[in-house]
């Protein structure tokens, strides 16, 4: 114990008060982060008057605070997690998970019975009501209704003798009134019942009526839904062994029930409400052909009478289809497809003939076939699969003419259902996808007329990525390709250049890429669609769609300052997303010179930037109000938690303090963060952050910890992760004597490895020349392309005494075809267009590939490495460790491979994120302070297995 520890702990058993610059700050531990609390996203009620979020350790069980925004309440709720809140901030409804020690005493059959319940706050009274057994819960937009769908029982013998209690017990049976059924024609099957799909079982149901005591609850819920006013609730119940499948339309105001639809041969599948509550959708299917094969009509349910659509030919709904209404109610997308898809099944060996039967025997086989024209790749087309199969093409049903329009396609499979106006936007990657390998990512862009399905192309060839703006009624879109802002007149096609005349750059100023540089994206349309707000790397523009002089609003290029407007709703077609003439906005202003963060008052349609808050910071909104103009907001540093704020939009500098999570820092040595610069040796000027160690002194040296990606000093101002990571944790470093270094890398295309080098070791004789770090103690750390130039860099420098490297590429000539597991991409694109940077393939420039990969020049390395990989990664193949360490061992260099057993590209498992961390923390400690080596680096561990009694 330290003498400064040990006086404290005598002071206060003697009841004794010390000065507080005589207590020391305490050491900080692994257990320390693992109970570091931290803030999830906050949520808001729509009235702006309450606040709930979830806090969160690294490890253990999180809690809930509930916060007004203008004053008390102040609640926190032990093991809540989620939080979601009434409208009116009357109540708030969380998780309720197992807890950490719940799960870790449990074995694999036990976990699997672990379920989530969940607890309903009163804000004002604090009271609390718990339920068990939880799948979802939700309030009703009013606020005054909270639906509560529990976990479906567990398949029972006697499940089906259970019936007809079940149905009489049903709550729902209260009905007042009834529609037409739908049609029992159907031919009936005699075969014999098929086995009841999960899909096709459905669970219990509540709807508790908030403040009282009234509540209703249903069986057999498959699928429920509220409409936005606040009107009604529609829940579907399909009972397939009894033959009981129903629509039930329930009052929000006192939970009266009617069923508004019945049926006792067809399941019925998605359901839908229009805003006020006045239609209600449905799609309904034979519940006796299997869900997989089952084809689904749609109906729709107004002034108690049903309709139904009829589909264009050839095309029709199944399990997967979802329905949506337009705002007005008068229009219902659903999705289709063009058939029902058909179970296929391998032939069986039933017979002793069929031992000998070709065609069953070559069904046993286990085969993928890569054909040079398939569209995707053979492990791509598998990863997507399941995202096909689910995938419906957009349609409309026009309910007063009654007419249906087919707005998706195959060739154009991706059309959403927010309107613009009377149109709606699509997008099509299919003319693209072969070239997804090398290329990247483009699609099409089409707005498209609902009335007649007409297609009005917007962008050809465009980066998918780059999603074009549309104006609030469709009338225009602009796009952003090669340096130009496009503005494409929808009912002409006339397309023209919005910033032809002007001598600025909109393009990525900071793109190294070899790939065209985008945008810095749109900001709002005016609401009548006479303006857009435009973006470069400082300055909002405002552009006339006529096209008449555009309007600098801002002047942030002269400070060095990049604005961006803030605080709008989370739907963009909403206002002020579509802003007014006359408006004022909330900005936002990243200081690139200061890397701290202001917020600013905007008048649109005229030059006038007034400064709210503008302090050494970083500053960002997390979320509005969505009928207030509440926002709240974090402010954080380095030695500052990002606690939160709220306040009114425009009055941020008067901001109410909602947390202080920040208390639990002040306990530990922390350290400060500085901004450094320096000249590359190509003469390039380049930013970097210096972490100071807890304690420091000017003039004395220290061991120096290099962690970088790309970019890196605009985390100046930022708080440091507070978790146990595949990263090192700042905090944790710096505590102990480390200065933490985080460098800005500017690449060169075609010499990405040169070029980090150069970045890397120009910054770290700055850290030397300014008397701060030890020359011999200089460590580095990177991961995935950050592991890739730490190994490339100690093939070129000595100037780090130690590396851990996580997942890196070793050899570029084998992993230019290697396979992204996680998605099944192939690897060529990141080389040619991507973050790899190369520029060319491996064909055409077979040297660059060689001259940038570490494996070919291991026998230069002086530096120990420790290389880590999952040895599932889903990103960089995990061979690539691989070829470095085998490398490294036949050259006779110093280097250790932890390869983590079933874990991807970042590690997952908190006992290997522990293992890892302190093994990192190990090896620096050893090479950079001279710490004892532990015995795993002395003589590495031998391959052992362990029991299931052991684990």
């Not at 005054?144 to 019936?163: C, H, N, Q, R, T």
């Not at 620096?924 to 009694?949: C, M, T």
Request: net charge neutral.
């Amino acid at each position: 114990m330290k003498p400064s520890t040990l006086l404290c702990a005598l002071a206060s058993a003697a009841g004794l008060a010390l000065p507080a610059m005589s207590v020391t700050a305490a050491d900080m531990t692994v257990q320390d982060i693992m109970k570091f609390e931290s803030l999830k996203k906050p949520v808001l009620a729509d009235n702006g008057n309450l606040l709930a979020v979830e806090v969160t350790p690294d490890r253990g069980d999180s809690r809930t605070l509930i916060r007004g925004t203008k004053g008390k309440p102040e609640l926190s709720i032990a093991g809540a997690s989620a939080p979601v809140v009434s409208a009116d901030g009357r109540f708030v409804a969380m998780k309720l998970e197992p807890s950490l020690l719940a799960k870790e005493t449990s074995d694999a059959k036990a976990k699997k019975k672990l379920k989530s319940g969940m607890v309903l706050v009163e804000v004002a009274s604090g009271k609390e009501q718990r339920f068990e057994q939880v799948k979802e819960f939700a309030f009703d937009p009013s606020g005054k209704v909270l639906s509560i769908w529990f976990e479906p029982e567990e398949d029972k013998k006697d499940k089906a003798e259970d019936k007809t209690d079940k149905a009489q017990a049903q709550s729902g049976s209260e009905s007042s009134a009834k529609a037409e059924p739908m049609s029992k024609a159907e031919p009936e099957n005699k075969a014999a019942k098929p086995k009841i799909a999960k899909e096709d079982k459905g669970a219990k149901l509540t709807l508790l009526a908030l403040g009282s005591d009234k509540r209703v609850d249903f069986n057999d819920v498959t699928a429920y839904a509220f409409d936005k006013k606040g009107n009604i609730a529609a829940v579907v119940i399909n009972d397939i062994a009894a033959k009981r499948h129903q629509l039930q339309s329930v009052a929000i105001d006192g939970l009266t029930v009617n069923t508004a639809y019945e049926s006792d041969s067809e399941q019925l599948g998605a359901v839908a409400l229009s805003a006020d509550g006045s239609a209600i959708a449905f799609s309904a299917g034979l519940a006796e052909t299997r869900i997989e094969e089952r084809a689904y009509r749609l109906g729709v349910i107004r002034s108690g009478s049903a309709s139904f659509a009829t589909h264009p030919q050839g095309w029709s709904l199944n399990q997967y289809s979802t329905l949506a209404f337009s705002n007005d109610g008068e229009r219902l997308y659903f999705g289709t497809v063009p058939e029902v898809s058909k179970v296929l099944s391998l032939k069986k060996f039933t017979a002793e003939a069929d031992l000998f039967d070709v065609d069953t025997i070559r069904d046993s086989r286990g085969l993928k076939l890569w054909h040079g024209e398939d569209s995707r790749i053979k492990p791509h087309e598998i990863k997507t699969f399941e995202k096909l199969k689910k995938q419906t093409l957009q349609a409309v049903w026009h309910l007063t003419p009654g007419n249906v329009v087919q707005l998706a396609t195959p060739d154009l499979p991706e059309v959403g259902s927010i309107e613009y106006g009377r149109f709606v936007l699509g997008q099509s990657s299919e003319p693209y996808l072969k070239e997804i390998t090398w290329a990247g990512f483009f699609s099409d862009f089409y707005l498209i007329d609902t009335l007649s399905g007409e297609r009005h192309l917007i962008a050809r060839r465009q980066a998918s990525q780059a999603e074009p703006s549309i104006s609030p009624n469709g009338r225009y879109g602009a796009f952003f390709r090669e340096g130009k802002i496009h503005l494409v007149d929808v009912a002409s096609g006339n397309t023209k250049v919005l910033n032809a005349s002007l001598n600025v750059p909109f393009a990525d100023e900071d793109h190294d890429y070899p790939s065209d540089a985008p945008g810095y994206g749109f900001g709002p349309w005016l609401k009548d669609e006479s303006a857009l707000l435009v973006y470069d790397k400082y300055d909002i523009w405002q552009f006339a769609s006529t096209g008449a002089n555009a309007l600098k609003l801002t002047d942030g290029r002269k400070d060095g300052i990049s604005y961006r407007v803030q605080g709008l709703y989370e739907d963009k077609t909403a206002a002020p997303a579509t802003t007014g003439a006359n408006e004022a906005l909330l900005l936002s202003g990243y200081n690139e010179r200061s890397k701290a963060d202001g917020f600013y008052r905007l008048d649109l349609g005229k030059k006038s930037v007034k400064t709210l808050v503008a302090n050494d910071e970083k500053l960002t909104v997390l979320g509005r109000a969505k009928n207030a103009e509440t926002v709240v907001f974090s402010r954080e540093r380095y030695d500052r938690f990002p606690d939160l704020y709220a306040a009114d939009l425009l009055d941020v500098d008067s901001a109410r303090r909602l947390t202080e999570l920040d208390a639990q820092r002040k306990a530990f040595g922390w350290g400060k963060a500085e901004l450094v610069h320096w000249t590359n040796t190509d003469g390039k000027k380049l930013d970097g952050v210096l972490i100071k160690p807890a304690g420091y002194e000017s003039g004395k040296r220290y061991p120096v910890l290099v962690y970088f990606y790309r970019f890196m000093s605009d985390r100046l101002h930022a708080f440091p992760d507070m978790t146990v990571t595949h990263r090192p944790n700042f905090a944790w470093y710096a505590n102990q004597g480390y200065a933490i270094f985080l460098p800005d890398i500017r690449f060169e295309i075609g010499y990405p490895g040169n070029s980090s080098v150069q970045a890397l070791t120009s910054g770290v004789q700055k850290l030397i020349d300014m008397g701060i770090a030890d020359p011999k103690a200089v460590g580095i750390q990177g991961h995935s392309w950050g592991g890739y130039q730490t190994a490339f860099a100690i093939t070129q420098t000595n100037i780090f005494a130690a590396a851990v490297s996580g997942a890196p590429v070793g050899n570029m000539t084998s992993a230019y075809s290697g396979i992204r597991h996680g998605t099944g991409l192939a690897r060529q694109f990141q080389y040619e267009t991507g973050q790899s940077r190369i520029g060319e393939s491996l064909m055409e420039a077979p040297l660059k590939y060689v001259e940038n990969s570490p494996v070919f020049y291991v026998d230069r390395i002086k530096t120990p490495m420790m290389i880590m990989f999952g040895d599932k990664d889903d990103a960089v193949p995990w061979e690539q460790g691989v070829e470095i360490y085998l490398a490294m061992r036949r050259a006779g260099k110093d280097v250790v491979l932890l390869q983590y057993e079933g874990e991807p590209h970042h590690l997952k498992q908190y006992g290997n994120k522990l293992d890892y961390s302190i093994r990192m923390k190990e090896y620096f400690d050893h090479y950079l302070k001279g710490a004892a080596a532990p015995e795993w680096l002395k003589q590495g561990e031998p391959y052992r297995e362990y029991s299931s009694d052991e684990q």
